[in-house]
């Protein structure tokens, strides 16, 4: 997205914000609380993606931080 936009940055934001969004369906829609913790781990695997250039960090943040929030949080 940020190579289509030309700013990574911008990219990095709007890419985080769909992915947020993605996340409002998450148990009960509308889940804001969700959603805005999604949106605000979309900013980090896409930093993770942007410094390994692969989609490998992304997945491997993802898994990270879905299983810590079910191990100590739900």
Do not use: D, Y
Not at 6 to 11: A, D, H, P, Y
């Amino acid at each position: 997205m940020g190579e289509w936009l030309g700013n990574e940055w911008l990219g990095l934001g709007i890419t985080s914000v769909i992915f947020g969004s993605a996340h409002l369906w998450l148990h009960a829609f509308p889940n804001w609380r969700t959603a805005i913790l999604a949106g605000i781990m979309g900013v980090f695997c896409g930093l993770a993606f942007r410094q390994a250039r692969s989609i490998r960090a992304s997945m491997v943040t993802h898994a990270l931080t879905v299983t810590v929030v079910k191990l100590f949080f739900s």
